[in-house]
């Protein structure tokens, strides 16, 4: 089955600088490719996700870029906030809405 | 706004008690899971269901069960409760038609 590896497991960055957050999947067969911010005692909430047939899709501060050949697919977060720190979670899919496998998440810490 | 309800946000239960977990969904989502959420592993899906009476198993099912007999709910049973099934129990659904999932709000259930 797919086996997606996030990496890293802890990030901390002052505010306003960038983080990237890395994920890598075993099964070239997945198509679908979403991002996850779990807040402390929430629950997880999409933030953006990207299809295999698109190779960067950006939504305001927030971008995702993948690369199929190389299967791996990034988180970048621009000008970090206080309430950007999260557990952020990258999952693949061989299709939306289908089952997903999930990173082992990544502990965003932004300082003010 | 689609949302998913689990009935216990807390739930301590004894070894070797059946146990069952509550999820509903009312936005008529075809597909719907079971997770279970521990630090540092991520999310490891234990069952999945895509349509009323069917269910399959994810990555990590031993130990559980799962029944779906209406299309808005999804039970997840413990059929005899062991300490290392304490753990954040999360369910989600979504539409085949795409996009990611929707979370309900987690059970955090400990066995003593």
């Known amino acids: 089955g797919e086996n997606v590896e996030q990496h890293p497991s802890t990030l901390s960055v002052q505010e306003g600088d960038s983080a990237v957050i890395k994920c890598t999947y075993s099964?070239?067969?997945?198509?679908?490719f979403p991002w996850y911010k779990q807040e402390l005692g929430k629950r997880p909430q999409l933030i953006i996700d990207?299809?295999?047939?698109?190779g960067e899709k950006k939504d305001q501060r927030i971008a995702v870029t993948l690369n199929k050949t190389a299967k791996h697919f990034s988180l970048h977060i621009t000008e970090t906030q206080p309430e950007d720190s999260a557990v952020y979670f990258c999952?693949?899919?061989?299709?939306?809405?289908?089952?997903?496998?999930f990173g082992g998440g990544t502990r965003l810490m932004v300082k003010p | 706004d689609v949302k998913v309800t689990q009935s216990s946000r807390y739930l301590v239960k004894r070894t070797g008690e059946k146990v069952f977990l509550e999820c509903v969904q009312d936005?008529?989502?075809?597909?719907m899971f079971w997770y279970r959420q521990d630090p540092g592993l991520g999310l490891r899906l234990i069952y999945f269901?895509?349509?009323?009476?069917?269910?399959e198993k994810g990555d990590i099912p031993e130990g559980y069960s799962v029944s779906r007999e209406k299309k808005e709910r999804f039970s997840l049973i413990l059929e005899s409760a062991s300490t290392n099934q304490t753990s954040m129990y999360l369910c989600?659904?979504?539409?085949?038609?795409?996009?990611?999932?929707?979370f309900g709000s987690g059970t955090r259930l400990t066995v003593v």
């Open positions: 999952a693949a899919s061989k299709r939306a809405g289908n089952m997903l496998t």
């Open positions: 936005m008529d989502h075809e597909n």
């Open positions: 099964d070239s067969a997945s198509n679908y």
């Open positions: 269901s895509y349509d009323v009476k069917m269910k």
């Open positions: 990207i299809r295999s047939n698109v």
């Open positions: 989600a659904s979504s539409t085949p038609l795409g996009g990611g999932y929707t």
